[in-house]
């Protein structure tokens, strides 16, 4: 049958409505080949009529242009976490906190999706944009890859001028087995559980990758609509139905935390059989007005928990100890199990974490063992069941070699941990490299666990400084690699030479030191040669730097072989300064606020810190100078001199909503590449 082109949108709408059958309501009205041809006449026609082409086409899902890199969106209001619930207690406690402030308390009971949160915007019934969570402020830009979702709309059913909604990308079990069967046969690297799947699945730059892997998605709330009025949570769900998304239905209204224990209490053991992995509960407050009334911290909101399932347990036997050096040299036993399935994988290792630990838990090879997976997700070994003993079992013992190098293994002072101590061991070269290459640190694009397995074992890189050597044709040598990403990584690998100081502190991998103390310590030290001479006392004057730090960062500092990695890296004209933030570039330069009253999230003197990090000034009185005055509970009579002076007032949710706000831009500028 060819339709008219007049026709065309029509034939959308069929199509639409088709994939909404078969994908959201599981319960298709034509066959897949009747769909396949329906699709196929449509394509025909915007092939022939490119013209007539729309961004919200059933046929936009197939995915297009690869992307160099994703791009960053700004979520219009932070993407809150959840606090955790560990225990019927701590939901009691939940439950107390709200009736305490409410006289109604119900709530919506949803399964807590094992995903990858996602933002979607839509305008005027459009899909816009989506966005990861990221930081909670910023996220990237993956709407070409949802787009191949076919759980998520392109057009909604009924059109508002805006709305805004978050829900969770989850990749069935069954897609996660064939994926991973699939990836085993081609000898490459599986993913670990079905979240990693979904994550590494969405946050491809070749949307075609993703069109390939069934992702599904549910929709779980609004965060934001135009044009109607939604009062509680179960309105939103309903909404979210009638918009065409993929809403949960498992979800249950309860009357009371009894229901909600009810609810719980059925899916521990019905869980297993969804065709999705979930983690948890997530216990939310049903009416919005209670909830604009409880509030929230700068983390999480106080009207919804997520109470966890606890970890399941299984008995497995012990195989083998396998000896690991990691990137700070440290040598750590991983067990070798007899696989077992638990929590949804089949586990086949766990780390043991330290030697200390398996002595101490008398865990011996050959030994019966009992396995839990933390957090639901890795593998550990709780203890060993002594009482099944044979007798043949082999006590471990720590290595006196080091398996990748040979050298000899030393224990620091005060430490648990074995260690290689040669900084040119391979097995630490090249998990330094690719921590030192890592988005949080040098920020080396395309330089990931693989380029850097090549580069070493050819060796084309034998110390960290050899990155800055490398020449072009050496890169196009690399397996897999084409001219053109080679130009592209060795251009990323001169871009990284301009990062700001506390990147290149972060990248060298300093024990104990993450990327947020790198922060600090170069807002005070703004020259790498400073941290040559800084001495442990000075270093633990500075806020949020303690002994231990001090400590690490002073031996790290004083090793001559790290003196000669730092010169080198001078040498090829990486950045060793950092840019102090300008005082008037900071988001509350110039402003002066005043605080009275009781504040509920920080102490006054947190929140002063806060304003002052931030650029601001605080005063103790109210004066026409003062710009706000952040009222917090029982305010005193800086209050009223402020009505009288027409000051600016805030609640403590405005001034919390500020702090974000100015947090957010702070992080940002100080991403900013130093130029
Ligand atoms: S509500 C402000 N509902 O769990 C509250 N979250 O630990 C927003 N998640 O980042 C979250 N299923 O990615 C909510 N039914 C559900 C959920 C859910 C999974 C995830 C979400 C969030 C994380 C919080």
């Known amino acids: 049958m060819n339709r008219p082109v007049s026709d065309i949108e029509k034939l959308r709408e069929e199509l639409r409505i088709h994939e909404y059958q078969y994908y959201i309501l599981d319960d298709p009205l034509i066959s897949d080949a009747e ?19 729309t961004p919200d086409s059933p046929t936009q899902r197939v995915g297009g242009q ?74 990237e830009d993956v709407t070409a890859n949802i787009k191949t979702i076919k759980t998520i709309p392109l057009k909604l059913k009924n059109s508002v001028p805006r709305l ?26 599986t993913f670990a559980n079905p979240r990693n799947a979904a994550a590494g699945s969405l946050r491809q730059l070749n949307p075609r990758i993703t069109a390939e892997r069934s992702l599904a998605s549910f929709i779980y709330d609004i965060l934001y609509i135009e044009g109607r009025e939604v009062l509680s949570q179960e309105e939103a769900l309903r909404t979210l139905r009638d918009f065409g998304f993929s809403v949960n239905p498992q979800a249950r209204i309860c009357q009371d935390i009894d229901e909600v224990f009810d609810f719980t209490g059925e899916l521990a053991v019905g869980r297993h059989d969804l065709a999705y992995e979930i983690d948890g509960v997530v216990v939310k407050l049903n ?60 586990v086949g290792r766990a780390s043991m974490h330290n030697f200390d630990l398996v002595a101490e838990k008398d865990i011996r090879i050959g030994d019966r063992v009992l396995i839990h997976r933390a957090g639901d997700i890795i593998p550990e ?100 690699m084409g001219s053109k990403s080679a130009q592209n ?26 990327a947020k103390s790198a922060r600090i310590l170069t807002q005070q030290i703004t020259d790498i040669d400073g941290f040559f001479e800084v001495s442990e006392e000075e270093l633990a004057k500075i806020p949020e730097i303690g002994p231990i730090m001090a400590d690490s960062i002073v031996k790290f500092f004083t090793e001559p072989l790290n003196q000669e990695t730092i010169a080198l890296l001078k040498q090829k004209g990486v950045n060793t300064r950092e840019e102090k933030l300008a005082e008037r570039e900071l988001p ?76 957010a831009a702070v992080t940002k500028l100080d991403n900013k590449e130093i130029k």
């Open 588 to 663: 509350l330069a110039g402003k002066t606020f005043v605080l009275t009253g009781t504040l509920q999230v920080m102490t006054r003197s947190e929140a002063g810190e806060v304003i002052q990090e931030l650029g601001g000034k605080v005063s103790g009185s109210v004066s026409k100078k003062t710009d706000y005055v952040v009222a917090g509970e029982s305010p005193g009579s800086k209050y009223d001199k402020a009505v009288e002076l027409g000051v600016c007032i805030l609640d403590e949710t405005q001034f919390l909503n500020k702090l974000k706000n100015s947090s």
């Open 66 to 139: 690869a992307l160099e890199r994703f791009g960053s969106i700004v979520h219009r209001a932070p993407l809150l976490s959840l606090d955790n619930a560990f225990s019927y207690k701590d939901l009691l406690d939940f439950d107390q906190r709200l009736k305490k402030e409410l006289d109604e308390v119900s709530y919506v009971a949803e399964l807590k999706i094992d995903g990858v949160s996602i933002a979607l915007v839509y305008e005027n019934g459009l899909l816009v944009n989506a966005a990861t969570r990221g930081d909670g402020f910023v996220g």
């Open 287 to 346: 009416p919005y007005a209670g909830r604009s009334l409880m509030g929230q911290t700068i983390r999480s909101p106080r009207w919804a928990i997520a109470y966890k399932f606890p970890a399941e347990e299984k008995e497995t036997r012990l195989l083998e100890v396998e000896v690991n050096v990691g990137r700070t040299g440290i040598i750590a036993p991983t067990a070798i199990l007899e696989p077992v399935f638990i929590a949804g994988t089949t």
């Open 381 to 480: 070994i709780i203890k060993s069941l002594a009482e099944q003993r044979s007798g043949e079992e082999k006590i471990i013992t720590p290595p006196n070699e080091c398996p990748a190098c040979g050298s000899g293994v030393v224990r620091l002072d005060g430490e648990v941990a074995y260690r290689c101590e040669n900084i040119n061991c391979p097995a630490r070269l090249k998990e330094s490299l690719i921590f030192f290459a890592s988005r949080g640190a040098m920020d080396i694009e395309g330089m990931g666990p693989a380029i850097v397995e090549q580069l070493v074992n050819r060796e084309l890189v034998n110390k960290i400084a050899d990155l800055y050597n490398l020449e072009l044709e050496q890169v196009i040598s690399l397996d897999r």
């Open 35 to 53: 769909y396949d041809q329906l699709m196929l006449e449509l394509r025909k026609l915007e092939e022939t009529h490119p013209e007539l082409m």
């Open 164 to 189: 805004e909604v978050r829900g969770e990308i989850y990749m069935p079990k069954k897609e996660f087995l064939r994926i991973n069967t699939e990836k085993e046969e081609k000898g490459e690297k």
């Open 489 to 514: 990584l060795l251009q990323a690998i001169e871009d990284s030479k301009k990062r700001p100081l506390h990147r290149l502190i972060t990248a060298l991998g300093i024990r104990h030191i993450g």
